[in-house]
Every structure is written in structure tokens, then in C-alpha cells.
């Protein structure tokens, strides 16, 4: 059974950081591509940050010099470093983790990003 399971939202302010976590099991993870996207009330969700199995990184515009992903394989984990953060990057952030069409998707963690 696969399992993701993000941690570290809540609610920050503006300028703030925050630090994502998403921990995988039930999958080789060190195989996976992972990901970050988001959905905030009304809107699509959308992709924030991704990191290939071999350590390629591709990031929105919108999040590009503020937000880092980064993978440890040996604790089957991807994290999203958020820096300055400004109340536009308010959502719900899911993981994700693909290969070919496996695809799986974590719960979600609220960011709230506000004064």
C-alpha cells in the first residue's frame, strides 16, 4: 500500500519560511520522479516543484529563487524549502510521486501565509 504523507504547513508571515515534508512508503522511492503542487480555494492545481530520480529540478516562475526541493532516498523522503514567502503562496500542498503511469498523490498540508 502506498502511503505519502506531508508535514510541516501552518501558518506563517509574510517574509516567513516554512519546510515541507513528505515521507513515502510502499514504493522504491530512490526510483520515483516526486513533486509539489498546490490548490488554493478556487483555483487548479498547480505545480510548484519537482525533482527527477536523478536529481533534476524544475520549478514554477512564480516560486523560482524563493522555494528549494530536495530528496533524501535513504529516508524516502522530499522536502520543500519555502522562503519569503508572500501571502499569494497560500494553498494546500500535495505531494507526489510518479513513474511511468503509477502515479500517487499525498493529503495535502495547509500553508497559510498571513499578517
Known amino acids: 500500500q502506498v502511503q505519502l504523507v506531508e508535514s510541516g504547513g501552518g501558518l506563517v508571515q509574510p517574509g516567513g519560511s516554512l519546510r515541507l515534508s513528505c515521507a513515502a512508503s510502499?514504493?522504491?522511492?530512490?526510483?520515483?520522479?516526486m513533486g509539489w503542487y498546490r490548490q488554493a480555494p478556487g483555483n487548479q492545481r498547480e505545480l510548484v516543484a519537482t525533482i527527477t530520480n536523478g536529481g533534476s529540478t524544475n520549478y514554477a516562475d512564480s516560486v523560482k529563487g524563493r522555494f528549494t526541493i530536495s530528496r533524501d532516498n535513504a529516508k524516502n523522503t522530499v522536502y520543500l524549502q519555502m522562503n519569503s514567502l508572500k501571502p499569494e503562496d497560500t494553498a494546500v500542498y500535495y505531494c507526489r510521486s510518479q513513474l511511468g503511469t503509477r502515479n500517487y498523490w499525498g493529503q495535502g498540508t495547509q500553508v497559510t501565509v498571513s499578517s
Open positions: 510502499g514504493i522504491i522511492f530512490s526510483t520515483y520522479n
